[in-house]
């Protein structure tokens, strides 16, 4: 299973953009780029994912490198209740359904 | 609503006492998947079963069963506890492709 890289905390303010950055240098032709988030007490929440493309969703956006060696998770307008666990992953089209959670970055939001 | 119910939240109990953590989902999905998490380990997949009656072993499947009688339904049986199986565990669910999956909030287990 291919790897991803993934800072370990980000700070941001409230109301404005959050970008979360993720390299996965190797990354295959077949695997999806997924993000979970996890809030603080929670189970783990499906965010966004892509294969090649830019994707927008009601929650966020993720935009995809061209060589797909990396991605950015982006956050319009943080809010306090954005704080939590972000996990980029990468899942096989083929797989067995498993999602290899690292250790993620967990952003904090500022008022 | 969609939802994947774990029962219970918080459990502690001794070593040697069987135990069972139900895990259920109201979306009609195929696949699910348990879980645990541990500091500094992050989330392992314990067991998956892809649809009734079948299902298979995940990263870390010692001392864990599992069955799927029923598409919703879906229980982690621990038969003699361990401490080292204290931890917090999550079910998931997710359809066909498994492209969203859905989490439980969570049973936190302690084994004395």
């Known amino acids: 299973d291919a790897k991803t890289t993934q800072p370990n905390s980000m700070e941001s303010n409230e109301e404005e953009p959050v970008h979360l950055p993720c390299n996965h240098s190797t990354i295959s032709g077949t695997d999806y780029i997924h993000w979970y988030r996890q809030l603080p007490s929670q189970g783990p929440e499906y965010v966004i994912h892509g294969l090649t493309s830019n994707v927008n969703n009601r929650m966020a956006s993720l935009a995809i490198a061209e060589d797909r060696k990396s991605s950015t998770l982006i956050l319009h307008r943080a809010t306090l209740r954005d704080a939590a666990v972000y996990y980029c992953i990468l899942r096989d089209s083929g797989n067995t359904g498993k999602l290899i959670f690292g250790q993620g970055t967990t952003l904090q939001v500022k008022p | 609503e969609a939802q994947v119910t774990q029962n219970p939240r918080y459990l502690i109990t001794v070593t040697g006492k069987k135990l069972t953590v139900t895990c259920s989902q109201n979306?009609?999905?195929?696949?699910m998947s348990w879980y645990r998490q541990d500091p500094g380990l992050g989330l392992r997949q314990i067991y998956y079963s892809m649809n009734v009656e079948v299902t298979d072993k995940g990263d870390v499947p010692e001392g864990y069963k599992v069955s799927r009688k029923e598409k919703r339904n879906f229980p982690l049986i621990l038969e003699s506890p361990s401490p080292n199986q204290t931890s917090l565990y999550f079910c998931?669910?997710?359809?066909?492709?498994?492209?969203?999956?859905?989490f439980g909030a969570g049973t936190r287990l302690s084994v004395l």
């Open positions: 979306m009609n999905h195929e696949y």
């Open positions: 998931a669910s997710g359809d066909r492709g498994h492209n969203i999956q859905y």
